[in-house]
């Protein structure tokens, strides 16, 4: 009786669901192996690294193969609590894998979503931040991490050239995290702001800037991305704004346009990631009454799924040689879309193209092999929760120049330097004196 007590004491009263509270990180830790081992079959909960005060970074994973990625099914995921005093998101995930395993086999939507999806949620980034924070509604401590950095300002950065700043542990662990999975698509929820914010968040005034914002060349993806949560979000879409916050149309904005930030973690996943990253802010408040919750919860629950199921637009398959052997590193681009770091196979020869539905025109160019290009009609792919799966089968170049070839990198990886190990201090941001001007306004993100 002692063991079903201190087991369930994250429930409600009457046992039916997650209670909504601000659970600790020993409560978080303890739910997610419990719910790890009442639902081993399609869940496996594992950490990513630790915090600067040593709290694990737990992640849960969800699907029908929750333990190794399978070909064909796309990598998603979900990161909360990267400021450690916006904590809505928090629970939202909590609340999130709460519903996603005790629906799964008896909703449809989530049978489908799980079966065709894996599903990454980290709840909380920044634990040691949480741990710390007062409940003030907008300006209590707890938002950097131990050692006083924001870790929203903290990775690699592809229009600043000061990356050789020091990484701190918990971005390190997200940066090695990214390498053990391809992911595809993933957002990280936030709190100060009822909005959707989408990539670039940085600029060097090249051609990327345009008018206010700051574009990608999937601006169109990453537009209906973020319209996706906002429209299913129960408020989000009519743009009300937060106390001085700018009243947002749609409920979105290009990250840029809002203000710059240098060193964020959603241009860091497209650049160098290959995956389509949102920020999504989702209470006005950073700390709200617990009273408030279930009603955030409900406003949020939709939108949550809605934009999962995105993990299916466009493009997938395989880059194979005349023999069916996988191609890895072979370079997938679509016309019109001249990315920072071209997208590549992985190890598989696997590729994912988040694109809208169209006709494009791709090329896949690989140095041992001859380029091939064809033009492809795309579908919506999210309704069928699948996107349209394509292989390449390239042939072996004839070309004695490609004998023994290896690929020259068009971007370069930064250096990890993690802050644990090295006693320098962060070098100066080129756009310190622009933080400085706009400080009430980082606040929010």
């Known amino acids: 009786m002692l063991f079903l007590v201190l087991c369930c004491f994250w429930l ?3 046992g039916f669901g997650l209670e909504f509270r601000y659970h600790n990180s020993a409560e978080v830790e303890q739910y997610l192996r419990e719910v790890s081992r009442n639902y081993s079959s399609f869940t496996h909960l594992h950490s990513i690294g630790h915090s600067v005060e040593g709290r694990g970074l737990w992640v849960l994973i969800l699907g029908q193969n929750p333990r190794q990625h399978r070909t064909g099914i796309p990598e998603f995921k ?3 609590n990267m400021h450690g005093n916006e904590v809505v998101g928090r629970v939202l995930l909590l609340q999130l894998i709460d519903y996603l395993t005790k629906n799964y086999l008896s909703d ?3 049978t489908r979503l799980l079966n065709s999806t894996r599903i990454h949620i980290l709840p909380s980034m920044n634990p040691d931040g949480f741990e710390s924070s007062g409940r003030d509604c907008m300006y209590s401590q707890g938002r950097f991490n131990k050692n006083g950095v924001d870790l929203n300002r903290n990775f690699p950065d592809a229009f600043s050239n000061d990356n050789v700043i020091l990484r701190e542990k918990e971005v390190v662990a ?8 391809r992911f595809v698509l993933s957002a990280n929820l936030h709190g100060g702001a009822v909005v959707a914010s989408y990539p670039y968040d940085n600029s060097n005034g090249g051609s990327e800037l345009q008018g206010l914002s700051s574009i990608t060349p999937d601006n169109d993806v990453f537009i209906h991305l973020a319209k996706t949560y906002s429209f299913n979000h129960t408020t989000m879409h ?3 704004s937060c106390y001085d916050s700018k009243d947002f149309t749609d409920g979105i904005t290009n990250g840029y346009s809002w203000y710059p930030l240098t060193g964020g973690m959603q241009d860091y996943n497209y650049v160098w990631g290959q995956c389509l990253e949102l920020t999504l802010e989702l209470s006005c408040c950073k700390f709200p009454p617990e009273s408030e919750l279930p009603g955030l919860w409900a406003a949020n629950k939709p939108a949550l799924l809605a934009y999962m199921q995105q993990a299916h637009l466009g493009l997938k398959g395989q880059v194979l040689d005349s023999n069916g052997i996988p191609v890895q590193n072979a370079s997938v681009e679509v016309n019109g879309r001249r990315n920072l770091c071209p997208f590549r196979t992985d190890g598989n020869g696997e590729y994912y193209r988040l694109l809208l539905p169209g006709n494009y025109t791709v090329t896949v160019t690989h140095p041992a092999h001859e380029s091939i290009t064809e033009t492809i009609s795309v579908p919506y792919g999210p309704e069928k929760f699948s996107a349209l799966t394509h292989n390449f089968q390239l042939r072996r170049s004839s070309s004695d120049s490609t004998l023994g070839a290896t690929i020259q990198p068009t971007c370069v990886s930064p250096k990890l330097l993690n802050s644990e ?3 320098a ?3 100066p941001s ?8 706009i400080l009430h306004r980082l606040l929010l993100s």
């Open 174 to 181: 997200v940066m090695e995290w990214m390498k053990t999975e």
């Open 12 to 14: 409600t009263p009457a």
């Open 421 to 423: 190990n090295h006693s």
């Open 425 to 427: 201090t962060l070098l």
């Open 430 to 437: 080129a756009f310190t004196a622009l933080s400085v001007l």
């Open 238 to 240: 009519k743009g009300d």
């Open 108 to 110: 449809p939507f989530v």
């Open 78 to 80: 979900y990161v909360g």
